[in-house]
C-alpha cells in the first residue's frame, strides 16, 4: 500500500506564503510524476502544478510566476511553494502520485486526503 500525507495548509491574507509538503510512504520503486490539484467550494478538481523525472515542471496558468512545486526525491515528498496568494486561491489542495510499487509493475495513481488552503482578502 501507499500512503500520500499533505502539511502545510492553514489561514493566510492575501499576498502571504505557504509552503505544503506531500510525503509518500509505504511500498515504492520509483515515483515519476508528483502533482498538485485544488477544488474549491463548489468547483471542479483542477491541476495546479506537476513535477516529472528531470525535474520538468508545469503550471496552471492561474498560478505560474507565483507557485513554484518541487521535490525531494530520495524522501519521496513534494513541496509547493505558493506566494502572492489570492482569495481566489482557497481551496482544498490534494497531492497526486503516480507511483511504481516495483519495477515490474505499471504506474497507479495515489492522492492524499487534502489540506485546506484559506486566503483571506
Known amino acids: 500500500q501507499v500512503q500520500l500525507v499533505e502539511s502545510g495548509g492553514g489561514l493566510v491574507q492575501a499576498g502571504g506564503s505557504l509552503r505544503l509538503s506531500c510525503a509518500a510512504s509505504?511500498?515504492?520503486?520509483?515515483?515519476?510524476?508528483m502533482s498538485w490539484y485544488r477544488q474549491a467550494p463548489g468547483k471542479e478538481r483542477e491541476r495546479v502544478a506537476g513535477?516529472?523525472?528531470?525535474?520538468?515542471?508545469n503550471y496552471a496558468d492561474a498560478v505560474k510566476g507565483r507557485f513554484t512545486i518541487s521535490r525531494d526525491t530520495a524522501k519521496n515528498t513534494a513541496y509547493l511553494q505558493m506566494n502572492s496568494l489570492k482569495p481566489e486561491d482557497t481551496a482544498v489542495y490534494y497531492c497526486?502520485?503516480?507511483?511504481?510499487?516495483?519495477?515490474?509493475?505499471?504506474?497507479?495513481?495515489?492522492w492524499g486526503q487534502g489540506t485546506q488552503v484559506t486566503v483571506s482578502s
Open positions: 497526486n502520485a503516480e507511483v511504481l510499487r516495483s519495477r515490474f509493475s505499471n504506474a497507479n495513481p495515489y
Open positions: 509505504g511500498t515504492i520503486f520509483t515515483i515519476p510524476s
Open positions: 513535477i516529472y523525472s528531470g525535474d520538468r515542471t
